[in-house]
């Protein structure tokens, strides 16, 4: 029985029509459903209503936000990669929403699963710092106990180190926030608050702090239509409102507020709010007899203008209480 004989360039066309071998199916991640599982907008919007003006820092929050969620991303698809530093440092000007960005960023971090409750403790240098030998490490541990699975925000840091005096026992409680934030950072979110200027220098007295910090956040002061326009929103939310002729005033109120030593921004905006509440009270008690309702609702320019900042006087500190100011 014969071979057939084959023909060789029937074979070879015979391979070229079966083709290549297909490529496996690419494996697809669906940002907008992890996005949205994430519950990131909520917070973002939130943040957006709560506070007018601040895009630079808005937007900061929102590239942090999206780089924590790739981060977990590429965690699921076994793509190795570090975790993200989170401690962070916000400068400004007292006022300028630090402390409420905190609070958002706690829920932002905790709804991406970095820490486990997501609350916020505010603390200060009396709140670490003791008196006597023997007293810092307890307050500190006691804070920081507090603070575990969430975020702790130290306003004004750099009050922690007195380099001046020998005896304060400042240093002491640096160091077990140091240790702590190298050695927990996956249960403990740290952001310093402060003066710029003076947050600098704390960090040259402390690079220990510097390094471990990734993201460096400053709060520019407010515009003064910016001002005014929280002013209108505070109003608004306890059911006041100005006319026209106190809407002016207002803004004269706050240029010359603003020059003034110990201006807050929109806590200096809140205190004035509530001061003029005072004298719209009083004013309308001294009236007497039977009002319209628009006048428990409404803000006469007097009750504006009876500042002492117009008469060339100066208001008081802001952080102090506001009986007596007129």
């Keep these: 029985m014969h071979k057939l004989d084959t023909n060789p ?16 199916a690419r494996e697809l991640i669906d940002i907008s459903a992890a996005h949205r599982e994430s519950n990131l907008d909520p917070v973002l919007d939130q943040l ?11 937007s900061y929050i929102r590239q942090i936000a999206s780089l924590l969620l790739v981060a977990r991303l590429r965690e699921k698809i076994g793509v190795s990669t570090d975790r993200p530093t989170l401690h962070m440092c916000f400068t400004g000007h007292p006022g300028t929403g630090k402390t409420t960005v905190a609070m958002r960023m706690a829920t932002i971090l905790n709804n991406l699963g970095y820490v486990r409750r997501g609350h916020l403790v505010v603390a200060t240098r009396d709140d670490l710092v003791g008196q006597y030998v023997g007293h810092t490490a307890p ?13 702790l ?7 922690l180190y007195r380099p001046e005096n020998e005896r304060d026992y400042g240093q002491e409680a640096i160091e077990m926030l140091l240790q702590v934030m190298e050695n927990q950072r996956e249960d403990l979110v740290v952001i310093l608050a402060g003066y710029q200027d003076r947050m600098e220098t704390f960090f040259q ?9 990734a993201h460096h956040i400053n709060f520019p002061d407010y515009a003064m239509e910016e001002l005014a326009t929280i002013g209108e929103l505070m109003l608004a939310q306890q059911n006041y409102s100005f006319d026209a002729d106190s809407r002016h005033a207002f803004v004269e109120y706050l240029e010359l507020r603003r020059k003034q030593p110990h201006f807050a921004n929109a806590r200096s905006v809140r205190n004035a709010i509530d001061r003029i509440k005072l004298r719209q009270a009083n004013r309308v008690v001294k009236q007497g007899g039977s009002i319209p309702r628009e006048e428990l609702v409404r803000i006469d320019e007097a009750d504006i203008r009876q500042s002492r900042v ?16 007129r």
Excluded: C, Q
């Design 153 to 159: 925000f130290i306003d004004e840091a750099y009050y």
């Design 9 to 24: 360039v029937l074979e070879a066309n015979t391979v070229l029509e079966e083709g290549p071998a297909p490529e496996p």
């Design 205 to 213: 007295y402390n690079p220990g702090f510097r390094s471990r910090i």
């Design 139 to 151: 307050k500190t541990k006691e804070i920081l106990k507090k603070a575990m699975g969430g975020v």
């Design 48 to 58: 957006d209503r709560e506070l007018v003006g601040l895009k630079p820092v808005k």
């Design 310 to 325: 117009f008469h060339g006087g100066s208001e008081i500190d802001p952080d102090r209480v506001i009986a007596g100011d």
